[in-house]
């Protein structure tokens, strides 16, 4: 029988952990990439090809997910390159609404809504979280996969706070902040999976992976 919760010892690692030089390295990493990325996709022959500026922007988003839930979980074994490609999946999948409120697979409807697609409001982020929780639970999920609401938070979040830096964030019903300064964009990015990590041990959700998985989470 599993214990009810991990040892003090075990908790005091996954805490210490959350501020390990390895993270601190990682998210160094992640905030560099999205600098890179971006200069790199303001080239011309990328900016004049529709198909390939929207493939390029999705790309980088999907990378951003799997890189800020890598720096969550560590990769430890090969389940965990799983777990992150879900994560790149989730922060790129979003923006198949643009298509879905376009009503047509035409790149250039999907560039010209009326109005920014219901996956793009933030208020969606802590509902589809805790909806994915409730369904977890009713379905006795909870232990096994604990860690997806967290994965799509970070995986969702992550890509809001970018598109944040062009067209703000949409918080309805209350409307949209002004266009986040490209630092505060970086910053939140590179913080966001420790702040992540840290609510998952004050939660308990890092021991409760931690007792059925047999894994320290590395961040």
């Known amino acids: 029988m599993l214990p009810a919760m991990a040892s003090e010892s075990e908790k005091a690692h996954a805490l210490l952990q959350s501020f390990s030089t390895a993270s601190a390295i990682s998210s160094l990493g992640l905030g560099i990439f999205c600098f890179v990325a971006d200069k790199l996709l303001q080239f011309s022959f990328i900016q004049q090809n529709d198909w390939l500026r929207a493939l390029s922007d999705n790309t980088v988003h999907g990378v ?15 389940s965990d390159f799983t777990e992150v490609m879900l994560a790149g999946f989730l922060s790129s999948v979003i923006d198949v609404d643009h298509f879905i409120l376009a009503g047509s697979l035409s790149l250039k409807a999907a560039f ?3 109005r920014r697609p219901f996956l793009h409001c933030s208020t969606v982020i802590p509902v589809a979280c805790l909806m994915l929780k409730l369904i977890m639970h009713l379905f006795k999920l909870k232990d096994s996969w604990c860690f997806l609401p967290w994965m799509l938070f970070i995986s969702w979040t992550s890509h809001h706070v970018r598109d944040g830096i062009r067209h703000g964030l949409w918080i309805c019903p209350f409307g949209k902040t002004v266009p986040l300064p490209y630092w505060l964009y970086v910053a939140i990015t590179a913080s966001l999976p420790h702040l992540c990590s840290f609510i998952m041990y004050l939660t308990g959700t890092r021991e409760l992976m931690l007792i059925k998985h047999g894994f320290h989470i590395d961040v």
């Open 64 to 78: 951003v997910g799997l890189w800020s839930w890598a720096i969550v979980i560590g990769l430890k074994k090969k």
């Open 112 to 114: 010209t809504l009326p």
